[in-house]
């Protein structure tokens, strides 16, 4: 299919934000997910049958036992997006691009695991991150997609992402089934148990996890939709660390606590070591009460210190004010370990008619600054998901979540005077809060194919009032092996 603006009579200039190429890809892109999705539903309902006589289909490209002691699996992420032009009085050195752009990234992931014994396993993941995001991961603190790696220079070469030891030490002779994934492989636990992990991994991996808003692969894409903004989780530039974590399990609660490694600087690749200088404490206590009958409920109450070499932004704006530094400057400081810390909370609740809910509230100190994940220091959001069940899509899913993202005053004087962080920096600032909505459909098109459409729409971009606001359409392509 070929779509001309000639034939159409579509000036080449730029129309709602498109130019004509863009529009053409656009166009195309719609027309090819409406196509997958028309199949997928026509193949989905067959004629004179129930959905409970249907088979259960695989949604995994290639089938994954129960029993052996190896796991190999795979997924890769293609996620697309673009935005119109939008009103900005000024922009600044680290400000989202007000002209219209696109950018696509693609993520892909090999997990490879095996269980040396029943309660000892072993992983280790390979993983390539190409492509890039909107004006460079720039601009936003809850940025639009959450697989973009915030330093483009690293390029897609492929780089170990995970390497861990998993132990498992029973206090109890009652089990309870388990699911087996990529991090996961025995499929029965004892209900009373402390685990143990060490190596490397992401700490999102484990803390601050959410069955309606965790997952980019399948439901949002936003950074502080997928995770909460204002937890500042040790992590280099690609979102992974070392440590150690212990956990321990019973039958209506879980605690666990973390140890790892944080970065030399901020939004760094490179790890500090020397645990004197830097290292990161994170604390999960995860209660699983019976709000509503026969419905699932998970409170998590979350915590974290880090100590590492940052700098306080009203040291920063002192500097600058008393001529030391022509403007602020938040890494113009003699080396030192300041502490960092923040709480949060994290629920999620099944609802009937395959509904569920969820809600995230987060804060740190604000006075450090944002070191590892996002400039964020206060956040709330609520969403929720529904499947796609009644429609006969069961794993078609459709979300829908508000996020409303602060910094505190120090913060906010830094960046208006003109400093800028890892993200952040329009020059000067005119403040509100940076509110964003997010919605998604996803659908499963073929055992492990799935494809959907996002759209964000993002109130006071990095902040600011005299930016914005911005609409950001995405889709999605996601193959599970």
């Known amino acids: 299919m070929h779509i001309s603006c000639e034939k159409f009579m579509l000036p080449k200039r730029k ?9 053409r890809k656009f166009a195309l892109g719609l027309s090819f997910l409406s196509i997958l999705t028309a199949c997928a539903y026509a193949q989905s309902a067959p004629p004179q049958q129930s959905s409970d006589d249907l088979p259960e289909p695989n949604v995994t490209l290639f089938p994954h036992s129960n029993t052996s002691r190896y796991w190999i699996s795979g997924q ?36 490879l695991g095996y269980q040396v014994t029943s309660n000892t396993e072993v992983f280790f993941d390979l993983e390539s991150a190409g492509g890039g995001g909107l004006s460079d991961a720039l601009g936003l603190a809850g940025f639009t997609n959450v697989d973009v790696v915030r330093n483009p220079t690293l390029g897609s ?45 992401g700490m999102a991996d484990f803390f601050d ?45 879980t605690f666990r606590f973390g140890e790892s490694l ?20 994170n604390f999960e206590w995860a209660l699983y009460p019976r709000l509503l009958d026969n419905h699932r409920s998970t409170i998590r109450l979350l915590s974290f210190v880090n100590h590492a070499n940052m700098g306080a932004y009203r040291d920063a704006v002192e500097n600058f004010l008393n001529g030391t530094t022509p403007v602020p400057e938040i890494t113009v400081h003699p080396e030192q370990t300041t502490v960092k810390y923040g709480f949060a909370a994290n629920i999620e609740q099944e609802l009937p008619h395959d509904f569920r809910a969820f809600a995230r509230w987060g804060w740190n100190e604000g006075q450090h600054e944002s070191f590892a994940y996002t400039e964020v220091d206060e956040t709330v959001e609520a969403g929720a998901d529904l499947a ?37 920096g329009d020059g000067t600032l005119n403040y509100a809060r940076e509110d964003i909505w997010e919605s998604y459909y996803n659908a499963h098109l073929w055992r492990g194919i799935f494809a959907g459409i996002d759209l964000q729409s993002i109130h006071h971009p990095g902040y600011n009032q005299d930016r914005g606001p911005v609409l950001v359409p995405g889709f999605r392509f996601h193959l599970e092996l």
């Open 262 to 281: 944080m970065p030399k600087v901020a939004n760094g690749q490179d790890l500090q070591w020397n645990l004197r200088k830097a290292h990161a404490e």
């Open 388 to 424: 796609g069940t009644r429609w006969r899509r069961k794993f078609d899913k459709a979300g829908t979540a508000f996020v409303s993202n602060a910094i505190s005053a120090d913060h906010q004087h830094y960046l208006e005077l003109g400093g800028v962080g890892f993200l952040l």
């Open 15 to 23: 129309i709602l934000g498109f130019t004509c190429e863009q529009a």
């Open 209 to 253: 996890l959410n069955e309606v808003g965790s997952d980019s692969h399948s439901q949002f894409m936003n950074w502080t939709t997928v995770n909460n903004g204002a937890y500042d989780y040790a992590a280099d530039t690609r979102g992974y660390t070392y440590g150690v974590i212990t956990e321990y399990d019973d039958r209506n609660w």
């Open 76 to 111: 890769d992420n293609v996620i697309f997006q673009w935005h119109p032009s939008f009103p900005a009085k000024y922009s600044g050195p680290n400000s989202l691009r007000d002209s219209s752009e696109n950018a696509t990234s693609n993520v892909a992931t090999l997990y």
């Open 157 to 201: 070469k492929p780089y170990i992402a995970r390497i861990m030891l998993r132990e498992i030490i029973p206090l109890s002779h009652e089990t309870k089934e388990a699911g087996r994934d990529q991090f996961d492989l025995t499929t029965k636990l004892p209900v009373r148990r402390i685990e143990l992990r060490a190596g490397k991994f």
